[in-house]
Structure formats: structure tokens, C-alpha cells
């Protein structure tokens, strides 16, 4: 069959390689879709070490199907089932999941190979991390169920309350969906970006205003997106959605006095971020980091998704064969596309 295999940063590509029967608590599922992610894209420019602590590896993470076959072991599940798994699963024993951190524990089970036509669903996701897909969701709607499961971890994070200002920096897919579920949750919405492509996107999501910083410098930047909230006073929350450091900067300077930032997408590593003391000691700022998600948070990404309360197609820019995936993720990088489902 026909995989995509990883062989360190830059080198991508799909090739043939053998099909293998599920093992004891496994499934192996047809992908019937499979979405490109901005963490594609950084393990691809440089590595992930979670990901893909050993190479060569199979590449992708989101995704949706039909389970083909059973693995010894397993109970109910059975091939022909339309299929949605998370990427990951905690082990329910480490300090972290003891304590209710799963999204920090220290033996996560790791989900690799969705860009290929058939992708093995390790035993522990299996069990703790897989769900039956309802006939009315499609595939493509449910493939991006886990970057949704972190963003509702975001926003459990976040203590967004009714007619709170948000403001979303960065309108990525992830900046997106936060802009839908805070407005959901009865905030008003401002979404920041140096794209007017992506600003279009967020206001077809729900912001109520949005901001273009392109060609601004870093004081303009604050000014322009203070002037978009209450008596210029600063967001109650920001949340910070690009993973660069200048961003996390500008995030926990647009918020007001008492206000929370919620400090959202991963930097490199090696990124430094330059925080102002004397404004968060007399400002009382609370900075909060979020990583990944738990298998509660997976539910409830579910749940919207069943609801309608959010369409995961609605953030797909198009849709490609498998053999498109290396140009999808440069056209990510580049700014032409949000997400793109590619269909083995």
C-alpha cells in the first residue's frame, strides 16, 4: 500500500510499503480522509521528538474511516464501523494522570500513519481513545477531531465568561476554532492576523471584529488591537494561536488589568519571550500554557462535531490524492491554505 514515510526534516515522500495485519488490541482502518496540521508542518522543517523519536516513521495523525480489520483481542468493534481515533492515549498510572493531568503524561501512546490508505490504531488508543463515527458526521468533518480536543482544552483553560472580550491572535485553523467556541460561549470576538485570507475566515467563523497587523510594528500592533476592545482597557482573554514567540509577546500585552492569557501554540525550541514583570505584578495577569488534550476533552470535541456546533470540513481549503502532501504543507507554510484533506 501506499504510505507516507519520514525520514528526518525535509525529506518526505510516499512510497509502497507492506500491509500488516492488526495486532493483539489493534485495528486496522481504511482512511477514507486525512488532514494536513501546522504540526505536520513543523515535524516535516524539523523533527518532532515526541512524534518520531526514531526514523524512518509513518507520517500523519488526523484522520477518519472504516475499520478493516480486528486485532486479537478486541471487543466491539468490527470491520465495515466508520471509525475516528485521537492521536494519543495516557497510561492512567504516571504522576501526571494520577493527579488528572493527562495531557501531561509521561507514557502517552503515540498515533503515526494517517497519510496512507490503511493506518494501524495502536492497542492503548484502542481502548481509551477511539470512537464510533455517526453516519450524519463525514469524514472529512471528524478528521480534525484532535486539534478540536486541544482547543477545547484551551478553552477549558480559559474562564471565558459570558460578554468577556476575546482576542484570538492568529486565524489559522486553530485560531478559527477558538473563535467559534468563545463566541459560542458568549464572548466577543476579535481575531488577529497579518492575513486578510485567514481575518476573511474568522469573520465567516464569528469574530465579531478583526484586526490586520501586516506592516505594523510591535507598539501599532497593541494599539490596533486595544482599540477593538472595551474603552480601549485590553482583552479579558487572549489567546495566543501561532506558536511564534513575537506572538506570545503581543498576546499577554493586549490583555487589560487582571486579565488571562492563554498561551496556546508551541514555539521552536530554543524560542525566548521577553514578558514585562512590572506590568503582570500591578496588572495581576494570569499566563497559562495549554498542551495537547485527554480523552474527556476528545469527547466533547465529539460531541460538537455530532452537534453541528462545529464542521471540522469548514476548515479545509482543499481537498488532494496523497500524493499531494509534501506541496499541501509548503502551501500551508506559505500561506495559501488553512488545512488540506488528502484522500488515499
Given at each position: 500500500m501506499?504510505?507516507?514515510?519520514?525520514?528526518?526534516?525535509?525529506?518526505?515522500?510516499?512510497?509502497?510499503?507492506?500491509?500488516?495485519?492488526?495486532?493483539?488490541?489493534?485495528?486496522?482502518?481504511?482512511?477514507r480522509?486525512?488532514?494536513?496540521?501546522?504540526?505536520?508542518?513543523?515535524?516535516?522543517?524539523?523533527?518532532?521528538?515526541?512524534?518520531?523519536?526514531?526514523?524512518?516513521?509513518?507520517?500523519?495523525?488526523?484522520?477518519?474511516?472504516?475499520?478493516?480489520?480486528?486485532?486479537?483481542?478486541?471487543?466491539?468493534?468490527?470491520?465495515?464501523?466508520?471509525?475516528?481515533?485521537?492521536?494519543?492515549?495516557?497510561?492512567?498510572?504516571?504522576?501526571?494522570?494520577?493527579?488528572?493531568?493527562?495531557?501531561?503524561?509521561?507514557?502517552?501512546?503515540?498515533?503515526?500513519?494517517?497519510?496512507?490508505?490503511?493506518?494501524?490504531?495502536?492497542?492503548?488508543?484502542?481502548?481509551?481513545?477511539?470512537y464510533?463515527?455517526?453516519?450524519?458526521?463525514?469524514?472529512?468533518?471528524?478528521?480534525?477531531?484532535?486539534?478540536?480536543?486541544?482547543?477545547?482544552?484551551?478553552?477549558?483553560?480559559?474562564?471565558?465568561?459570558?460578554?468577556?472580550?476575546?482576542?484570538?491572535?492568529?486565524?489559522?485553523?486553530?485560531?478559527?476554532?477558538?473563535?467559534?467556541?468563545?463566541?459560542?460561549?458568549?464572548?466577543?470576538?476579535?481575531?488577529?492576523?497579518?492575513?486578510?485570507?485567514?481575518?476573511?475566515?474568522?469573520?465567516?467563523?464569528?469574530?465579531?471584529?478583526?484586526?490586520?497587523?501586516?506592516?505594523?510594528?510591535?507598539?501599532e500592533?497593541?494599539?490596533?488591537?486595544?482599540?477593538?476592545?472595551?474603552?480601549?482597557?485590553?482583552?479579558?482573554?487572549?489567546?495566543?494561536?501561532?506558536?511564534?514567540?513575537?506572538?506570545?509577546?503581543?498576546?499577554?500585552?493586549?490583555?487589560?488589568?487582571?486579565?488571562?492569557?492563554?498561551?496556546?501554540?508551541?514555539?521552536?525550541?530554543?524560542?525566548?519571550?521577553?514578558?514585562?514583570?512590572?506590568?503582570?505584578?500591578?496588572?495581576?495577569?494570569?499566563l497559562?500554557?495549554?498542551?495537547?488534550?485527554?480523552p474527556?476533552h476528545?469527547?466533547?470535541?465529539?460531541?460538537?462535531?455530532?452537534?453541528?456546533?462545529?464542521?471540522?470540513?469548514?476548515?479545509?481549503?482543499?481537498?488532494?490524492?496523497?500524493?499531494?502532501?509534501?506541496?499541501?504543507?509548503?502551501?500551508?507554510?506559505?500561506?495559501?491554505?488553512?488545512?488540506?484533506?488528502?484522500?488515499?
Amino acid at each position: 500500500m501506499r504510505a507516507a514515510i519520514f525520514r528526518g526534516p525535509g525529506e518526505l515522500a510516499i512510497e509502497e510499503v507492506p500491509e500488516a495485519p492488526p495486532g493483539p488490541g489493534e485495528l486496522t482502518v481504511e482512511v477514507r480522509a486525512a488532514v494536513t496540521c501546522g504540526t505536520d508542518l513543523k515535524s516535516y522543517r524539523r523533527g518532532h521528538p515526541k512524534l518520531f523519536p526514531e526514523l524512518p516513521a509513518r507520517f500523519g495523525h488526523e484522520f477518519a474511516g472504516v475499520v478493516g480489520a480486528v486485532g486479537p483481542g478486541v471487543t466491539g468493534w468490527a470491520p465495515g464501523m466508520r471509525v475516528v481515533a485521537a492521536n494519543t492515549a495516557p497510561c492512567a498510572s504516571c504522576w501526571a494522570c494520577t493527579r488528572g493531568r493527562e495531557s501531561l503524561c509521561e507514557n502517552l501512546e503515540f498515533l503515526n500513519g494517517a497519510f496512507a490508505e490503511q493506518v494501524t490504531i495502536p492497542a492503548a488508543i484502542v481502548a481509551r481513545n477511539t470512537y464510533r463515527l455517526p453516519g450524519h458526521v463525514s469524514f472529512a468533518s471528524a478528521a480534525p477531531l484532535e486539534p478540536l480536543a486541544c482547543v477545547v482544552h484551551g478553552m477549558a483553560e480559559s474562564g471565558i465568561e459570558l460578554g468577556d472580550t476575546v482576542v484570538v491572535h492568529g486565524a489559522g485553523p486553530i485560531g478559527l476554532m477558538f473563535v467559534r467556541l468563545a463566541g459560542s460561549r458568549g464572548a466577543r470576538v476579535v481575531a488577529v492576523d497579518a492575513s486578510p485570507v485567514r481575518l476573511a475566515a474568522a469573520a465567516e467563523f464569528g469574530a465579531h471584529s478583526t484586526v490586520d497587523i501586516s506592516g505594523l510594528g510591535a507598539a501599532e500592533r497593541i494599539e490596533a488591537i486595544r482599540a477593538e476592545t472595551e474603552s480601549g482597557r485590553g482583552a479579558d482573554v487572549a489567546i495566543e494561536a501561532a506558536g511564534l514567540a513575537p506572538v506570545w509577546e503581543q498576546a499577554v500585552a493586549s490583555l487589560r488589568p487582571g486579565g488571562t492569557a492563554v498561551l496556546f501554540g508551541g514555539p521552536k525550541p530554543g524560542s525566548e519571550v521577553r514578558l514585562d514583570p512590572v506590568a503582570m505584578h500591578y496588572g495581576e495577569y494570569t499566563l497559562k500554557g495549554v498542551f495537547h488534550h485527554t480523552p474527556r476533552h476528545v469527547q466533547t470535541a465529539l460531541r460538537l462535531l455530532e452537534s453541528g456546533a462545529l464542521d471540522g470540513s469548514a476548515l479545509i481549503s482543499g481537498e488532494r490524492p496523497l500524493e499531494s502532501l509534501v506541496d499541501s504543507l509548503e502551501d500551508m507554510a506559505a500561506g495559501r491554505g488553512n488545512k488540506y484533506l488528502l484522500v488515499p
